[in-house]
Nanobody, 121 residues
Framework: QLQLVESGGGSVQPGGSLRLSCTAS???????IGWFRQAPGKEREGVSC????????DYDDAVKGRVTISRDNAKNTVSLQMNSLKPEDTGVYYC???????????????WGRGTQVTVSS
């Protein structure tokens, strides 16, 4: 029943910013929400997640200090603000519903279809 749709992807220069949004068809209060990404030829990896209960967050070391995740359960939306983007941030970014805030792709219950982020000069 739950469906997730990402938006906000695009092409930016190194050092630029993007704000990704994940909008759900149902309330998100029952789910932890994670963002994952996959670059061409690489495995899907966790970027960030936010808890369904206390709003605690987790970030992959590669993005700490540059990325902020937030949620608005009333709007059924989770956002990922990304600053100081680097070419290595390029990839397809996926929103995902989790039972808990863990950056493990195998623990994902529902995936969005993804949104492309390209960082290049």
């Amino acid at each position: 029943q739950l469906q997730l749709v990402e938006s906000g992807g695009g092409s930016v220069q190194p050092g630029g910013s993007l704000r990704l949004s994940c909008t759900a068809s149902l309330t998100l209060k029952h789910y932890a929400i994670g963002w994952f990404r996959q670059a061409p030829g690489k495995e899907r990896e966790g970027v960030s997640c936010i808890s369904k209960d206390d709003g605690s967050t987790d970030y992959d070391d590669a993005v700490k200090g540059r990325v902020t995740i937030s949620r608005d359960n009333a709007k059924n939306t989770v956002s990922l603000q990304m600053n100081s983007l680097k070419p290595e941030d390029t990839g397809v970014y996926y929103c995902a519903a989790l039972g808990a805030c863990v950056l493990v792709p195998g623990h994902v219950g529902v995936w969005g279809r993804g949104t492309q982020v390209t960082v290049s000069s």
